[in-house]
């Protein structure tokens, strides 16, 4: 039997700390006391005993200060301890004798070399959990690229809990510059300006003019600022800002939009909603039969400060978008707005003189549609093709690659509407190309009209007409081309 302090020696000092000791250690004492007594020789007997301990407690040491988990650590007890000794175990005592110093340099190896791979492996195991962890971490927080890289497109933007939702959007407050509305909204009036009264006619798609004249917007248009943009970081929020107060000072000189949102997804307010802005140039959109040209006078402008960089991904903010829904909540409130007439610049834009779509190409692809509650217009056949058989060029395509799918749509229908006539499509588009051509120029007639009396009914009372606009800047830009739109 193995005394008190045998014992003692191999269970280890730190032994207590980890509680009871593996059932393989019990086991290797037990082998051990029995292989011992068939060695006579006391010095034989305790030489041999002090290097298997020694062998044992070197094994022990290793693995208990790397493996702190118990049932890994009983594993490699086996492996290592009794797997390892069990050769050992089986010499006669003599053979063991002279074996023994052999055995321990080879065991000294083994544990250097045991104890390297395990902190080899163990630091192996942390690294790629940290980077489990990070990777986790960062997918779950949305950051703004360092290059001024895009948010996620809002189809990937997480569900938010159903809060308490207002019956109606209303005027909660107003202060000097500033109103706060009851959906969570807030527009800044320090830069509203009034402009010219809004006057409209429509038109059917028989070729009726009506002859109403209409002073209420009936659709909401999107757009983009197409003006510089700095990366959403904290290192540059001093050019963000005078980028920002540039471009609104900018859009209030030319009456450009109604509003514009800001990177922070702050409202301003520049046109007043009963003026028209300078925000369409030449455009079409239609609904129930009813076609509208040059889309001034009819739609609120919208304008998201960004780019739209051929709407490879969502280019506005997490802040923008959900200003821009709150915005266009209460706008269609208010007017009374169909959601079919809530439509993007780029699905609107022509170009008269060439026939074609797509003068103006922002959101021509990739507004957000569902996120804001609004029917997918890119589904919808385009008026400007169906009705008055518009084209596109190679530069089109060369943006977009192909065409939104109410544009194949629009085509179709004009197609079988020739059809139907006994015409050839080319014939049929030409006829509406004509159509086109005249409801330009009666509009054109009236927007003159309404200018002359502009200029001269101040005359009477002495005063000086308003300062037209500032001429199209030479700079590149939605806003920039569309400032001179209507001169």
Not at 94 to 120: H, K, N, P, T, Y
Not at 233 to 246: M, P
Request: proline share 6%; with cysteine; aromatic share 10%.
């Amino acid at each position: 039997m193995l005394g008190g302090r045998a014992r003692a020696s191999a269970h280890g000092e730190g032994s207590a700390s980890r509680g009871e000791p593996p059932l393989s250690r019990q086991e290797f004492v037990r082998k051990l006391e029995t292989r011992s007594r068939d060695i006579h020789d006391p010095v034989a007997k305790l030489k041999y005993i002090r290097s298997s301990l020694a062998r044992y407690q070197a094994i022990d040491k290793a693995v208990g200060q790397v493996i702190p988990w118990t049932p890994a650590r009983r594993s490699l007890y086996w492996l290592f301890s009794l797997r390892g000794l069990r050769q050992f175990l089986a010499m006669t005592p003599m053979a063991a004798q002279d074996a023994v110093e052999e055995r321990r340099r080879s065991a000294l190896i083994l544990r250097r070399g045991f104890a390297v791979g395990l902190a080899v492996a163990l630091a192996l195991g942390i690294a790629g959990a940290m980077q489990r962890l990070s990777q986790r971490s960062s997918s779950e927080t949305p950051v703004m690229a360092a290059g001024g890289g895009l948010p996620p497109v809002a189809e990937e933007l997480p569900a938010l809990p159903q809060g308490v939702a207002p019956a109606a959007v209303w005027r909660v407050e107003k202060g000097e510059g500033f109103e706060q509305y009851s959906n969570g909204l807030r527009i800044d009036t320090t830069y509203e300006v009034a402009g010219e009264h809004r006057r409209y006619r429509v038109f059917l798609e028989d070729g009726t003019l009506l002859a109403n004249v209409y002073d209420k917007p009936v659709g909401i248009l999107f757009h983009t600022s197409e003006s510089d943009i700095w990366p959403l970081e904290a290192a540059f929020n001093e050019n963000l800002r005078d980028s920002s107060q540039r471009l609104l000072r900018y859009v209030q000189r030319g009456r450009l939009y109604h509003y514009l949102i800001d990177r922070f997804g702050r409202v301003y307010r520049v046109a007043d909603e009963g003026s028209k802005a300078n925000h369409a140039g030449h455009s079409v959109w239609a609904r129930d039969g009813r076609v509208y040209l040059n889309l001034n006078h009819a739609f609120v402008g919208i304008s998201f400060e960004t780019r739209w960089e051929g709407g490879r991904a969502l280019p506005i903010t997490q802040a923008q978008l959900a200003a821009g829904r709150n915005l266009t909540e209460y706008v269609k409130q208010r007017w009374e707005i169909s959601p079919e007439m809530c439509v993007t610049h780029g699905l609107t834009s022509v170009n008269p003189k060439k026939r074609l779509i797509g003068h103006h190409m922002d959101w021509s692809r990739g507004f957000p549609f569902a996120a804001f509650g609004l029917p997918d217009q890119y589904r919808r056949v385009a008026p400007s093709v169906s009705v008055f058989g518009f084209g596109y060029d190679d530069d089109f395509i060369k943006v977009l690659g192909e065409p939104w799918p109410g544009v194949r749509s629009a085509e179709r229908a004009l197609g079988e509407e020739a059809s139907r006539q006994g015409r050839s499509v080319e014939e049929y588009r030409r006829e509406r190309q004509a159509l086109y051509d005249e409801w330009f120029t009666q509009q054109t007639k009236d927007e003159e009209s309404r200018a002359i009396a502009r200029a001269v009914k101040p005359s009477a009372g002495g005063a000086k007409p308003p300062r037209s606009g500032p001429s199209r800047p030479a700079a590149t830009g939605s806003a920039g081309s569309q400032a001179g739109a209507f001169k």
